[in-house]
T-cell receptor
Framework: KQEVTQIPAALSVPEGENLVLNCSFTDSAIYNLQWFRQDPGKGLTSLLL?????REQTSGRLNASLDKSSGRSTLYIAASQPGDSATYLCAVKDGGFKTIFGAGTRLFVKA | EAQVTQNPRYLITVTGKKLTVTCSQN?????MSWYRQDPGLGLRQIYY???????DKGDVPEGYKVSRKEKRNFPLILESPSPNQTSLYFC????????????FGSGTRLTVV
């Protein structure tokens, strides 16, 4: 059974710092991996989608990488800003078309 | 605008009173799914649908029903709500296939007293 783990559970950094969020999964037979952002009490906003055949995707200050063989993905945020404060979730779509979510990393960027 | 629309956004109800949370998408997506989100437990899948008239249980289906009579709509029905169904609910949709990711609705915060 696929399990998705995100480390750390919470992170506090000063504004301007570059940071890395980690996501690991137990079964490498995935179709894709998606990173989301969630603001408190709000819905999920898709940030990046990486196909199983891809190694990375970039959008602005965000870069997500995928290493299927080791069951890992990282989300790199460059030059963090207070507006980046949110919970970041990763989700893997597996061969059964189920999508399994990690518990998320709560990020706080201090001004 | 391409979106998933859930209604209502907030709902307070009493134990045992049947309710329906609606979900509609305008992107012609085949795949739709319901999740609940609880503190410390993350997002857990309740039911999903691969297409019209095709639905299946997720990880926590007990106490819920769904139907998929039209491609765009996927309502979540609580026949007899209980306090342990107090949660934040999300509907999501996707094109079928491995290339596509999810689009989420804004959520429905349900409180059962």
């Amino acid at each position: 059974k696929q399990e998705v783990t995100q480390i750390p559970a919470a992170l506090s950094v000063p504004e301007g710092e570059n940071l890395v969020l980690n996501c690991s999964f137990t079964d490498s037979a995935i179709y894709n991996l998606q990173w989301f952002r969630q603001d408190p009490g709000k819905g999920l906003t898709s940030l990046l989608l990486i196909q199983s055949s891809q190694r990375e995707q970039t959008s602005g200050r965000l870069n997500a990488s995928l290493d299927k063989s080791s069951g890992r993905s990282t989300l790199y945020i460059a030059a963090s800003q207070p507006g980046d404060s949110a919970t970041y979730l990763c989700a893997v779509k597996d061969g059964g078309f189920k999508t399994i979510f990690g518990a998320g990393t709560r990020l706080f960027v201090k001004a | 605008e391409a979106q998933v629309t859930q209604n209502p956004r907030y709902l307070i109800t009493v134990t045992g009173k049947k309710l329906t949370v609606t979900c509609s998408q305008n992107m012609n997506h085949e795949y739709m799914s319901w999740y609940r989100q609880d503190p410390g437990l993350g997002l857990r899948q309740i039911y999903y649908s691969m297409n019209v008239e095709v639905t299946d249980k997720g990880d926590v289906p007990e106490g819920y029903k769904v139907s998929r009579k039209e491609k765009r709509n996927f309502p979540l029905i609580l026949e007899s709500p209980s306090p342990n169904q107090t949660s934040l609910y999300f509907c999501a949709s996707s094109l079928r296939g491995e290339l596509y990711g999810y689009t989420f609705g804004s959520g429905t915060r349900l409180t059962v007293v």
